[in-house]
Nanobody, 118 residues
Framework: QVQLVQSGGGLVQDGGSLRLSCAAS??????????MGWYRQPSGKERELVAE???????NYADSVKGRFTISRDTAKRSVYLQMNGLRPEDTAVYYC??????????WGQGTQVTVSS
């Protein structure tokens, strides 16, 4: 059973920073072969892709977070991270990590709330 366990998140002021972490309970080879992503779902809205990192560490970002957020991965720790700088109130959402591309069902983390106060 694949599990993705998230940590980080919380309440921060406008302009602040947070780091999200997501650890996968899979072998290193499985982790290495899979794209990893971060999604978010604001209250009352649909879930959207925030950032994705491919198996060869190519990163892609939603336009709304480019230049502010950075996705990274560590195969030795089977983990993916999202460093969020310059946070804005509109970044407030529940954030989810995912193993797999946006084109497949994949596996999801449990979600973590990020709240940015103005």
């Amino acid at each position: 059973q694949v599990q993705l366990v998230q940590s980080g998140g919380g309440l921060v002021q406008d302009g602040g920073s947070l780091r999200l972490s997501c650890a996968a309970s899979v072998s290193g080879s499985t982790f290495r072969l899979n794209a990893m992503g971060w999604y978010r779902q604001p209250s009352g809205k649909e879930r959207e892709l925030v950032a994705e990192i491919t198996s060869d560490s190519q990163a892609n970002y939603a336009d709304s977070v480019k230049g502010r957020f950075t996705i990274s991965r560590d195969t030795a720790k089977r983990s993916v991270y999202l460093q969020m700088n310059g946070l804005r109130p509109e970044d407030t959402a529940v954030y989810y990590c995912k193993m797999g591309t946006s084109q497949v069902p994949g596996y999801w983390g449990q979600g973590t709330q990020v709240t940015v106060s103005s």
